[in-house]
C-alpha cells in the first residue's frame, strides 16, 4: 500500500494553530504518512510584527519551519490546513497562499486530494465554524474530497463538539484539543490511504 503524503499547512500569529499544526503532524507520522510541516509567509509589514512582541516572538519560535509553496501542494495527496479567523475567514495570510495556487488549479493539481481544516479565534462564536466552511468552499472549488471529522470519536465532543473541524479558542489548545486535532488528523490519513492505496 502507498505511503499517502500529507502537508499540513498552516498560519499562525501567537501560537495557537501552530500547535495544531505540529499536533496534527505528529499524528498523522503515527498514523504512517509522510509528512510535511509547513507555515504560510507572513504577509503583515515587518514593522507591525515586529511591533508587537508576541508576534515576533512567534515568527522567530517557527523560523525553522518550511514556508509553504505550490511544489508542497503538487506532492501531497492531502492537506491539513489550520489558520486563525479574521472576521469569520481565514487569515489574510493564508488566504495570500491559496491565492498562488492558480497555476496548479488550472492544471488539475489540486484535484481528488483530501482537505480538512482547523482554526481558532479569541472566542467561541469568533467565526470558527464559518471560517472552516469557507476554507471548504475553497477545497471544493479544487475538486479537493474534504474529510470533516463528524461526530466519528467521543473526542469530538470532548473538545467542544465541532464537526466541521476543530477549533479552538485562542490560546486555549488543551489535552482535549489535542485528541480532536489527533483524531482529526489520524482520519485524514486513512481517507487518503483509500485513495492512493
Not at 44 to 49: D, F, I, R, S, T
Not at 80 to 99: C, E, H, K, L, N
Not at 103 to 122: D, F, I, R, V
Request: charged residues 20%.
Amino acid at each position: 500500500m502507498a505511503k499517502p503524503k500529507i502537508a499540513v499547512v498552516f498560519y499562525s500569529t501567537y501560537g495557537t494553530n501552530h500547535a495544531m499544526a505540529v499536533e496534527a503532524a505528529r499524528a498523522a507520522e503515527e498514523a504512517g504518512a509522510d509528512v510535511r510541516l509547513l507555515r504560510v509567509a507572513e504577509t503583515a509589514p515587518k514593522e507591525v510584527v515586529e511591533g508587537q512582541d508576541p508576534w515576533k516572538a512567534q515568527l522567530e519560535k517557527m523560523s525553522d519551519i518550511p514556508v509553504a509553496t505550490p511544489d508542497d501542494m503538487d506532492w501531497a495527496d492531502g492537506y491539513f490546513f489550520s489558520a486563525p479567523t479574521r472576521y469569520g475567514v481565514s487569515a489574510s495570510q493564508m488566504r495570500a497562499f491559496i491565492d498562488t495556487l492558480g497555476p496548479l488549479w488550472s492544471k488539475g493539481g489540486l484535484a481528488n486530494k483530501t482537505a480538512t481544516a482547523t482554526t481558532s479565534a479569541q472566542n467561541a462564536h469568533g467565526g470558527q465554524e464559518a471560517t472552516i466552511l469557507g476554507l471548504y468552499t475553497t477545497f471544493m472549488h479544487w475538486g479537493a474530497i474534504i474529510v470533516p471529522p463528524g461526530y466519528t470519536d467521543e473526542c469530538i465532543y470532548e473538545a467542544g463538539g465541532n464537526p466541521y473541524g476543530y477549533s479552538a479558542n485562542a490560546g486555549g489548545f488543551d489535552e482535549k484539543g489535542k485528541a480532536a486535532v489527533a483524531h482529526q488528523a489520524k482520519r485524514l490519513v486513512e481517507m487518503t490511504e483509500k485513495l492512493v492505496g
